[in-house]
């Protein structure tokens, strides 16, 4: 019966192509809306990845990784004492202007990270060597948003705060949501690069001593000092839970997505249901042949399922396509598909499908198969 | 009569049953509209015969599709007895009545409802299909079939590629790829022309009919009426008379 219900399905060309094209856009939607959502929440999270240290210490107050709140020098020799605490070193992260040679101006972030141990480095060097951030003037470009301070070679020099800063290094840094250029110095310079402050220091990078576990350590820094600690992905969670509870992201993309799935549950039901409909005698002689109901609505199911597999195929492979497209290269399309996501795109998509087959299966178990003597 | 020379050579030492293959004892069919019941069928009473084609026949809206409804288990009958080949349909389930109709009745319809998305062959073999038969062993059997109906050549043909009358041919094959023991036919001709229908009727009566079989034939066609054995007429929910057919095509 199932070779019957597929070829009833695709032999009606038509109608198979709006289903599977409907399901298809809704996937395709679906993924695409949902990958951006990802893609923007995880940027925000991005300068955590790209200073990278296994413990983050913080002022208590602390909501998200741009808001700067400093901490005294004294905190930092207190993390070090903590039981469990390796090293622990300071760390500078401030937005500041840069002067391009076109009198332009241009925000960046900057980073300062301790000079002795270079401890929040850039992940990957594309261009330079990390050891010459100790040069003078010397600061490293990270590639994302670098044509916007003029694509920099190394050599190159421009201001920031009436001061000098020359290119030694072009780093690989992930594009985070503010999508400002990364500027890579060490602490010492970085407090010259921006006007004076009471008190300089924003966080404390540390990380556990071997045979600590680092939930341990955690615990140690919040108790000892009285600051917040947080291991990477607690910092990650801390910044990207702020943005969704802060801005209307969730709230715009969850409607779009919702839209989307209601929508599609109207096209793809209504698609259905005319099918149901149009094959409603077809379905009324199998069944005065001695075709069971359930054979029937299994038949349908199938149908269903078959549309769904296949739309979900094409729709998620088309969203991760655009996706891929439109983030390679100096694309800037925040753009991150999770395998969660598409776990929960194919379930709403047989989801969908099956919503919207329960019309035609409704009728088909209601079809009197007399219908089939009526001329 | 000519059904006596259907039956096959093997079966002549086979016991001869005679009891009928379709025995109705006053059936009753009403439909509800609302706490109005119309009566359809009023006390039916009628006995088809193995081997034999019956006419029914009577004004539109007499009852003659419902009776056809119930014979088939397609409908079921308010009261009386309704035995076919043996079975008490009137006493089956839903369930059994599916299994009923699976295996012993053969359809044909007035618009053929072929599934057009599927070729000549795989609509013969729908029946076949449905009653579990392996899917190819079911379009080869199906192949036969269409052979038998004259349409060999025409086996991955699709229903729009066919004129009517060979779509009809194809609905005869569907009817008998099962070996139903009873076919039922609703108003098989009535979408095609005088010449047409009556090549169908005589191309249905040579390949259909046989000595354990029997076939029920609703129409009002009357360019048709010498293809059937008997013919039972039906006025306002009743049987009015059944009568051997004068003008029968032997």
């Not at chain 1, 790209?50 to 905190?75: C, H, M, S, Y």
């Not at chain 1, 209504?270 to 029937?296: P, R």
Request: charged share 20%.
């Amino acid at each position: 019966m199932w070779r019957i219900g597929l070829k009833m399905l695709m032999g009606d060309r038509a109608k198979y192509f709006t289903l599977v094209g409907g399901v298809s856009m809704v996937v395709f939607l679906f993924v695409q809306q949902g990958s951006v959502f990802c893609g923007l929440i995880g940027r925000t999270a991005k300068p955590v990845e790209a200073i990278g240290a296994p413990i983050w210490v913080v002022d208590r107050n602390l909501q998200v990784v741009d808001e700067f709140k400093g901490l005294l020098d004294t905190d930092l020799l207190r993390v070090r004492s903590v039981e469990g605490v390796k090293w622990a070193v300071p760390l500078f992260i401030r937005q500041a202007q840069v002067r391009l040679p076109s009198g332009k101006f241009q925000a960046v972030r900057l980073v300062g990270i301790d000079s002795a141990t270079l401890v929040g480095r850039p992940p990957r060097l594309l261009e330079g060597r990390i050891e010459d951030l100790n040069a003078p003037d010397a600061v490293i470009v990270g590639r994302a948003e670098m044509e916007r301070l003029g694509s920099p070679k190394i050599g190159d020099t421009f201001e920031i705060n009436d001061r000098r800063a020359r290119v030694v290094g072009i780093a690989d840094v992930p594009r985070d949501f503010l999508s400002n250029p990364y500027l890579y110095t060490t602490f010492e310079r970085a407090v010259q690069y921006v006007p004076r402050e009471r008190k300089l220091m924003n966080y404390i990078l540390a990380a556990p001593k071997e045979g600590y576990p680092i939930e341990q350590v955690l615990e140690n820094i919040r108790r000892t000092t009285g600051l917040a600690a947080y291991d990477e992905d607690g910092m990650r969670w801390l910044t990207m839970n702020y943005y969704m509870r802060n801005t209307g992201i969730p709230v715009n993309i969850g409607i779009s997505v919702t839209l989307v799935f209601l929508v599609g549950m109207a096209i793809i039901g209504q698609t259905f249901y005319a099918f149901a409909l149009q094959n409603e005698k077809y379905f009324g002689a199998l069944k005065a042949m001695g075709a069971s109901s359930w054979k029937l609505v299994g038949m349908i199911v199938l149908q269903s399922v078959i549309v769904g597999l296949i739309g979900y195929g094409i729709g998620a492979g088309g969203g991760a396509l655009v996706g891929y497209l439109g983030g390679r290269g100096a694309g800037k399309l925040a753009f991150y598909t999770p395998y969660q996501l598409l776990i929960i795109a194919f379930v709403a998509t047989m989801l969908i499908c099956v919503l919207s087959s329960l019309l035609s299966i409704q009728r088909v178990l209601r079809l009197e198969p007399a219908i089939v003597f009526r001329g | 009569m000519a059904k006596a020379t259907a039956i096959a050579p093997a079966d002549k030492h086979q016991p001869v049953t005679t009891a009928p293959a379709v025995f109705l004892r006053q059936v009753n069919k009403s439909f509800g509209v609302g706490n109005t019941y119309l009566p359809v069928l009023k006390d039916i009473n009628l006995e088809i015969r193995r081997g034999e084609l019956l006419l029914l026949v009577g004004p539109s809206g007499c009852g003659k599709t419902t009776l056809l409804s119930v014979m088939a288990g397609i409908l079921d009958a308010d009261d009386g007895i309704v035995d076919v080949f043996g079975t008490r349909v009137d006493r089956l389930s839903q369930a059994q009545k599916t299994r009923f109709r699976q295996q012993t009745i053969g359809f044909i319809f007035q618009q053929f409802n072929l599934i057009p998305t599927l070729t000549a062959t795989e609509n013969v073999a729908v029946p076949l299909i449905i009653n579990g038969y392996p899917y190819r062993e079911a379009l080869e059997r199906a192949r036969h079939y269409l052979d038998l109906v004259g349409l060999g050549n025409r086996l991955d043909h699709f229903p729009t590629q066919l004129s009517g009358g060979q779509q009809q041919r194809v609905a005869i094959a569907r009817a008998l790829v099962a070996e139903p023991r009873l076919v039922v036919c609703d108003e098989p001709t009535a979408a095609l022309d005088g010449t047409t229908g009556q090549m169908v009727m005589e191309m249905f009566r040579k390949v259909a009919l046989s000595s354990e079989r029997a076939i029920v034939v609703v129409t009002h066609d009357n360019r048709i009426f010498p293809y059937g054995d008997r013919i039972a007429e039906m006025l306002d929910g009743r049987i009015v008379s059944v009568h051997d057919n004068p003008n029968h095509i032997r």
